[in-house]
């Protein structure tokens, strides 16, 4: 059997017989939703309280140490079945969805959250085999919710409003990629109310080599030997593997906590995708487009980091 055949397989018997997994998926359909316009993009919010172990989760050394590994065998529910692929990870249903179907794709191993050096092809290659879904990576300083050990996630496309809004041809004029080639393009843009990285290419190689080099320009613009902070969307369209990066400066806000004028939310790759999961109705209720134009400028990177980025990826 494919994979992706495996996949719906195994969300079919989870759904039937887990009953959390049954419960949450089933909660989640009547979650309220609400849409946002920011200037050029928009943003749907959904009131989802079972995110509050994710947006709430405490993600410091010594609290990793002290509790047992959730995507760890030996600390799964019973019910959890998995689909193994490539002889290193587990596809398994995410149990605390934000999208309608909801997966975690976690290494066999326990070992940190990291995507170079062999990880970008896994996460390419995976996108292809599962063409009905979107990947996601969040750094381990950028939203990972088990940054000890290493995951990507995948949620069923059509949810995420980026997505679509990222193909417009006019984001992308030939005069404004900072490389192209017949195969694919790598470009920068600002023009979606967020910073990002767009990398489209019939090649999975042509968009691994830039997805590579990017890694290595965000690396030297930070400064620091640590994988940079970011977030990633990947996925493949046709004949096309997309890949969107999102490069931080700041895992969560400074209003961050549920105190009085304070907002519990924890951004990663499925915000900046323009979903946003509030755990607490009274953030649901009240957050505003200046609020959440303000939360993307606080925690994406800057002009002058962006230009170093470019800088050195034309080094590299
Ligand atoms: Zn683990």
Redesign the pocket.
């Known amino acids: 059997m494919k994979l992706n055949e495996q996949i719906d397989a195994l969300i079919d018997r989870q759904l039937r017989q887990w009953p959390l997994v049954r419960d949450n998926y089933a909660t989640l359909e009547r979650a309220a939703l609400r849409s946002v316009s920011l200037a050029h993009s928009e943003v749907i919010l959904q009131h989802n309280p079972e995110r509050r172990r994710s947006s709430a989760a405490r993600v410091d050394a010594a609290s990793l140490a002290a509790r047992p590994?959730?995507?760890?065998r030996e600390?799964q529910p019973i019910e959890q079945e998995t689909v193994e692929w490539g002889g290193a990870y587990k596809i398994q249903v995410n149990p605390y969805p934000i999208f309608p179907l909801h997966l975690t794709i976690?290494s066999l191993e326990?070992t940190p959250q990291r995507l170079l050096p062999r990880r970008i092809d896994h996460m390419l290659q995976l996108a292809e085999l599962l063409p009905d879904w979107v990947l996601f990576y969040n750094g381990p300083h950028c939203g990972a919710s088990?940054p000890?050990?290493m995951h990507f996630q995948a949620g069923c496309k059509g949810f995420l409003p980026l997505c679509d809004e990222v193909l417009d041809p006019a984001l992308w004029p030939d005069d404004e990629r900072i490389e192209a080639t017949g195969d694919g393009f790598i470009g920068m843009t600002q023009r979606l109310d967020r910073p990002l990285f767009f990398i489209r290419c019939e090649r999975r190689e042509l968009a691994g080599f830039y997805l590579a080099r990017l890694q290595l320009a965000m690396m030297q613009a930070s400064g620091s030997g640590d994988e940079p902070m970011q977030n990633l969307l990947c996925w493949q369209d046709g004949d096309y593997c997309n890949v969107v990066v999102f490069p931080r400066r700041k895992h969560r806000p400074d209003c961050y906590g549920e105190g009085e004028g304070q907002l519990l939310l924890s951004p990663a790759s499925v915000d900046l995708g323009g979903v946003w999961a509030c755990a607490l109705r009274r953030d649901y209720d009240t957050l505003t487009a200046s609020q959440l134009q303000a939360l993307y400028d606080e925690l994406c990177a800057d002009n002058a980091t962006l230009v170093r980025i470019i800088d050195h990826f034309y080094q590299t």
């Open positions: 590994c959730f995507l760890c600390h976690a326990h088990a000890d050990h």
